[in-house]
Structure formats: structure tokens, C-alpha cells
């Protein structure tokens, strides 16, 4: 795992966007290109940041059922 903090992920994810739409497919985490790499790291960080997120709430709303 890779500490991305959550708005260097979101930028990150963004950018990943953009090379998306330039190049018909998203950034490889095992390119060969470290700028490319970088930009899947940050949507991969995204998603956990998300997935956390998701799972606190959901454990908050449990906890006040």
C-alpha cells in the first residue's frame, strides 16, 4: 500500500480521468511509466479512502439502530 493522502488521491484521480479520455483506458499500477503508475496509485487510494468511509458510516448507522 501506497500513503496517498486523500486529496493528493483525489487530484491524482482526476488526472487518471484525463488519460482515460486521452487514451481509451485507465492508468496501469504496474506500468512502466511512473507518472502513469502514480495516477493508479491514486485511484486505488481513492477507492480505499471511499471503501473506509463507506464502512464508517455504515458501522455508525448500526451503532445507532
Known amino acids: 500500500k501506497v ?6 488521491a483525489r487530484v ?6 484525463q488519460f482515460k479520455n486521452e487514451r481509451g483506458r ?4 504496474n506500468a512502466a511509466d511512473a507518472w ?11 477507492a480505499r ?3 473506509q468511509a463507506k464502512a464508517a458510516q455504515a458501522q455508525g448507522a448500526s451503532d445507532n439502530g
Open 12 to 17: 491524482l484521480a482526476r488526472r487518471a480521468l
Open 3 to 8: 500513503g496517498i493522502p486523500e486529496d493528493e
Open 26 to 29: 485507465l492508468p496501469d499500477i
Open 36 to 46: 502513469e503508475k502514480r495516477m493508479a496509485e491514486g485511484v486505488a487510494a481513492l
Open 49 to 51: 479512502y471511499r471503501a
